[in-house]
């Protein structure tokens, strides 16, 4: 019903204002004209709705997951640049006197927003799309598509507005006064009130290790009391963390939990330098403020009843999976578990000794796999695949799930391996909250 519920708003939403095209529809202006208008109309209600989307608003990400959440932003942008370019060329095909307003020196105000706007949404999906491209940072390719969805956004109302053709009655104001409010509102909650809430739950760095494979483990401690809410989390879960500078900061990065949700008092997460970002956090000491927004993901064996569980993880993705163990431990929970743990060479299995010593139960089973191993590995070599998890797995595999998280490639193959062995499709999760 809550599913149903939110793909029946937004449905609504981004079809409300068509209301304004069937009532004020004009025969005498043609059916391209107001097919146009139309395409226009559902473009800019949608891009409102990725605010909503961007805005990691619990209520609408909960109910479907963030991986899911993100790959349908994706999607929806797809969707938006097919209506806006479709605005103005089913007009240009219907009659090339529409064809001036691209005269930038001549065009009325209302041409000239349109096309900014249209430049600005072109701009955002090519950086977005080809960002490793144009070696852009994390950071500054978020700076980059805030600043031109607000214009794509503000200069398409302003478009609307100065046409006037739909804003005449009252009602018709009233809409659009309440979508302008809507997107304003969205602006606010996420720059102002959600920094606001995350300095009053921020945490504190305790301590900084440096980890294998190039890795830093940061340990963090609630710095005041709402900070608790913070450290409640489920095994397999992740936030968006940002250490040191103001909470108004834009760019957060995201973390998976590495420690158990039994023990919040303290925080773990396990971080691969990888970026300006990670690689400034080797010089992060004790004592520096550390901003938290979480928890979110789906990827938590806590929402289904296993039987048991198969966690496959390749390189950093190993922190979730340590997160779900150190819990299991933590809880008394004798469900058997196989870590199957993908690394380069030895140096590069992160938390070994957390690994080793959590295997010493012997309903977990720790399955290393090298893909560059020394002579002297006597382990698993190569990668995760069907013959390697048939070898170790039992052959009823009734009841169990597959976790699978790290690189997008390895994941895709050790879901499909997972499957290959028997396991349901259903049984087998994996969440991607990779940006661009």
Same mark, same amino acid.
Not at 21 to 33: A, E, K, M, Q, T
Not at 133 to 159: D, E, N, P
Not at 306 to 319: E, F, P, Q, R
Not at 386 to 398: C, K, N
């Given at each position: 019903m809550r599913l149903a519920g939110w793909y029946t708003g937004l449905c609504g939403v981004a079809l409300a204002p068509l209301a304004l095209?069937?009532?004020?529809?004009?025969?005498?202006?043609?059916?391209? #004209?107001n097919l146009s208008v139309a395409a226009g109309f559902v473009a800019l209600s949608l891009l409102g709705l990725q605010f909503l989307l961007a805005a990691r608003w619990p209520r609408a990400t909960t109910p479907f997951g963030a991986d899911v959440v993100l790959q349908f932003h994706r999607q929806m942008t797809a969707l938006i640049v097919l209506l806006a370019l479709?605005?103005?060329?089913?007009?240009?095909? @219907?009659?090339?006197?529409?064809?001036?307003?691209?005269?930038?020196?001549?065009?009325?105000?209302?041409?000239?927003?349109?096309?900014?706007?249209?430049?600005?949404?072109?701009?955002?999906? +090519?950086?977005?799309? @080809?960002?490793?491209?144009?070696?852009?940072?994390?950071?500054?390719?978020?700076?980059?598509?805030?600043?031109?969805?607000?214009?794509?956004?503000?200069?398409?109302?302003?478009?609307?507005l100065l046409i006037g053709y739909y804003v005449d009655q009252v009602w018709e104001k009233a809409l659009w006064v309440f979508y302008?409010?809507?997107?304003?509102?969205?602006?606010?909650?996420?720059?102002?009130?959600?920094?606001?809430?995350?300095?009053?739950?921020?945490?504190?760095?305790?301590?900084?290790?440096?980890?294998?494979?190039?890795?830093?483990?940061?340990?963090?401690?609630?710095?005041?009391?709402?900070a608790r809410k913070a450290m409640t989390f489920s095994p397999g879960q992740f936030a968006w963390i940002m250490v040191g500078r103001s909470p108004f900061a834009i760019t957060y990065h995201p973390f998976s939990y590495a420690s158990s949700a039994l023990h919040t008092e303290r925080l773990t997460?396990?971080?691969?330098?990888?970026?300006?970002?990670?690689?400034?956090?080797?010089?992060?000491?004790?004592?520096?403020?550390?901003?938290?927004?979480?928890? @979110?993901?789906?990827?938590?064996?806590?929402?289904?009843?296993?039987?048991?569980? +198969?966690?496959?993880?390749?390189? #950093?993705?190993?922190?979730?999976?340590?997160?779900?163990?150190?819990?299991?431990r933590d809880r008394g929970d004798t469900r058997p578990a196989w870590l199957f743990y993908g690394a380069r060479d030895q140096e590069s299995l992160i938390a070994w000794e957390q690994l080793r010593a959590l295997a010493d139960d012997p309903a977990v089973t720790l399955v290393p796999v090298l893909s560059r191993a020394g002579e002297g590995w006597t382990?698993?070599?190569?990668? +995760?695949?069907?013959?390697?998890?048939?070898?170790?797995?039992?052959?009823?595999?009734?009841?169990?799930?597959?976790?699978?998280?790290?690189?997008?490639?390895?994941?895709?193959?050790?879901?499909?391996?997972?499957?290959?062995?028997?396991?349901?499709?259903?049984? +087998?999760?994996?969440?991607?909250?990779?940006?661009?």
């Open positions: 095209c069937l009532i004020n529809l004009d025969p005498g202006r043609g059916f391209w #004209v479709g605005h103005p060329i089913v007009l240009f095909l @219907w009659d090339s006197r529409f064809l001036h307003l691209l005269d930038l020196v001549d065009a009325p105000v209302r041409a000239r927003l349109a096309v900014l706007s249209i430049v600005a949404l072109l701009a955002l999906v +090519v950086t977005s799309r @080809w960002r490793r491209v144009f070696r852009l940072s994390y950071s500054t390719w978020q700076a980059l598509h805030a600043g031109l969805a607000l214009i794509v956004v503000g200069a398409a109302l302003a478009h609307v302008t409010a809507a997107f304003v509102w969205i602006g606010f909650w996420v720059r102002v009130v959600k920094p606001f809430q995350r300095h009053r739950r921020r945490l504190t760095v305790v301590a900084v290790h440096e980890e294998a494979g190039g890795s830093l483990r940061l340990e963090l401690r609630p710095a005041t009391t709402a997460f396990i971080v691969r330098a990888f970026g300006s970002f990670t690689s400034a956090l080797a010089d992060v000491r004790p004592g520096e403020p550390v901003y938290i927004d979480g928890p @979110w993901g789906h990827f938590s064996p806590d929402r289904v009843a296993a039987k048991g569980w +198969v966690l496959i993880a390749g390189g #950093v993705g190993i922190t979730p999976m340590l997160s779900i163990l150190l819990t299991r382990g698993e070599r190569g990668r +995760v695949d069907a013959g390697l998890l048939r070898r170790h797995l039992p052959d009823d595999l009734t009841g169990l799930h597959a976790y699978v998280c790290g690189p997008p490639a390895m994941m895709d193959a050790s879901c499909e391996a997972a499957v290959d062995v028997g396991l349901a499709e259903r049984s +087998v999760h994996s969440e991607r909250f990779a940006m661009v």
